[in-house]
């Protein structure tokens, strides 16, 4: 499976690369983020709940920040197992680049495998997913960057809302953390404020 695409920011870059780089930003905008701890030289460990067609499931995973090029680049390995639902693996390429002084472009090219009750599916319910998913991170993504940042894992309230509509994107593809899972609903994640990944990257 690969998926790319690009979506406008109404922040600058710095700004954009910042937020992506906050753990507590993601785990606000990822639906079905638990958590994002660091696991590693720049890596995290990541716990969420995701559905894809009839399969649901809790998944644990890793990412790997490879390819660092500060406010520019970062490519993320991820992987892991996700028990009876299935495993899958990849990666993305995420780039940033200015459009204006108050607004980035930012595009992600993405390659994953999945395997097990994921696989038997089929490719065209998981691609659904992953864009169903991916879209909903930029929305409220888009509205956490945009001033709102407070967003609940539920969706954006209005006025995060508005702020959204403002993100120019073209419909959007994800790919899924993954892990060990048990076929159980949704958690509440933890509000503890992570430290950045920038903070994490400098020490390396």
């Given at each position: 499976m690969e998926l790319s695409e690009t979506h406008t920011l109404p922040v600058s870059q710095q700004?954009?690369?910042?937020?992506?780089?906050?753990?507590?930003?993601?785990?606000?905008?990822?639906?079905?983020?638990?958590?994002?701890?660091?696991?590693?030289?720049?890596?995290?460990?990541?716990?969420?709940?995701?559905?894809?067609?009839?399969?649901?499931?809790?998944?644990?995973?890793?990412?790997?920040?490879?390819?660092?090029?500060?406010?520019?680049?970062?490519?993320?390995?991820?992987?892991?197992?996700?028990?009876?639902?299935?495993?899958?693996?990849?990666?993305?390429r995420v780039t940033l680049e200015p459009a204006s002084e108050a607004a980035t472009t930012l595009t992600y090219v993405a390659s994953a495998q999945v395997g097990g009750k994921l696989a038997q599916i089929g490719s065209r319910l998981v691609d659904g997913a992953a864009r169903k998913i991916a879209g909903e991170f930029f929305k409220r993504f888009g509205a956490q960057v945009g001033g709102d940042a407070t967003a609940p894992d539920d969706g954006p309230p209005a006025a995060a809302a508005t702020a959204a509509q403002n993100t120019e994107s073209t419909p959007a593809p994800a790919p899924q953390s993954d892990g060990e899972a048990t076929e159980e609903p949704e958690g509440t994640a933890g509000t503890k404020r992570k430290k950045s990944w920038t903070a994490w990257i400098s020490k390396s």
């Open positions: 700004r954009a690369w910042d937020a992506l780089n906050d753990t507590e930003i993601l785990r606000a905008c990822i639906p079905g983020c638990e958590s994002i701890d660091p696991d590693g030289d720049n890596a995290y460990a990541v716990v969420m709940s995701a559905s894809v067609g009839p399969v649901k499931a809790r998944f644990k995973g890793r990412m790997q920040l490879t390819g660092i090029d500060a406010p520019n680049t970062y490519t993320i390995v991820f992987e892991g197992q996700g028990g009876a639902a299935g495993f899958g693996k990849g990666n993305a």
